[in-house]
């Protein structure tokens, strides 16, 4: 097995358990350059973008190679090799959604050029080449439209609101929460959403199917959870809503249910009490 990153914005902590291991290798490289590898290849899995809003917003143009150039790269990789090529998208494509809950059918609405246009077209790109290339070639492609996801190994300047909740309420400080508060995500644990991409790459679906967890909480009931979870004492404060900041977010999984008999199974509470508990064994 072959990691490759850039560690712009990930940390190879993470993956130091595994590199104990003689399968795996971790290969310091931007795929948006041309990209070589030896030996065979069964699969390739592209998840390489900043993906939160402080990272493609410090890394734009970044951000729009890796879901351009980087995407086609690697669907070169994956044909030249027969392997099967699995996008890692996201929510994002659905923009700030007029349909409620998101189906895959949906086509979204998206500010191309709005802060978050960097993010969202370069993941609406990536789709639209990984589609072309399975018409064209024939490649075994699988697209994953990943919504909010959360767990242990976050950073705490991630910029999203979990590790931003936790990391008020444990140091004590007033938790930001923008705009009223009103605006809704629906949060799936990390160990749920890994099975779902596992069980998306080994069916034959080309097209994207979305993984998350239906249960849509509002900010301002996720910093409120939070406080009770941490036993924290610190206040709320309100800050202005970012631009085109989405004010709803909810999977409909109908398809992830009956394609890869998938739902998340691990309850919001359940998934934040654990990565309560890793920030606070961790001090980050």
């Not at 993956?15 to 990209?35: C, I, K, M, T």
């Not at 592209?46 to 690697?74: C, K, M, Q």
């Not at 639209?128 to 994953?144: K, N, S, V």
């Not at 190994?153 to 444990?170: C, E, H, K, Y």
Request: with cysteine.
């Amino acid at each position: 097995m072959t990691c490759i990153d850039t560690l712009l914005t990930g940390d190879a902590g993470n993956v130091r358990a595994l590199e104990a291991r003689p399968q795996f290798q971790l290969l310091r490289h931007d795929v948006s350059q041309p990209l070589e590898l030896g030996g065979p290849v069964d699969a390739v899995l592209h998840f390489a973008s900043p993906a939160s809003p402080v990272d493609y917003a410090a890394h734009p143009i970044e951000t729009l190679e890796v879901g351009t150039l980087g995407t086609r790269n690697l669907l070169e990789l994956a044909q030249a090799r027969g392997a099967v090529f699995l996008l890692a998208s996201t929510s994002e494509v659905y923009g700030d959604p007029l349909v409620h809950p998101q189906p895959e059918t949906y086509w979204g609405n998206v500010n191309p050029i709005g802060p978050r246009g960097v993010y969202d077209e370069a993941k609406r790109a990536a789709e639209a080449f990984t589609m072309a290339y399975h018409r064209r070639h024939g490649l075994r492609t699988r697209i994953a439209r990943i919504f909010n996801t959360f767990g242990p190994r976050m950073r705490s300047n991630d910029g999203r609101a979990v590790p931003n909740f936790i990391t008020q309420a444990l140091a004590g400080k007033a938790l930001t929460v923008y705009g009223d508060g009103s605006q809704t995500r629906s949060l799936c644990y990390v160990d749920d959403l890994i099975e779902g991409v596992m069980r998306l790459l080994a069916c034959d679906e080309p097209g994207p199917v979305n993984l998350g967890n239906p249960q849509e909480l509002t900010m301002l009931e996720l910093a409120r959870l939070v406080k009770e979870l941490t036993g924290s004492r610190s206040e709320i404060a309100f800050s202005p809503l970012p631009v085109d900041d989405p004010r709803q977010r909810q999977p409909d999984i109908t398809r992830a249910r009956e394609l890869l008999e998938w739902e998340p199974r691990v309850a919001p509470r359940e998934g934040l009490a654990r990565t309560i508990d890793w920030f606070r064994s961790t001090g980050r």
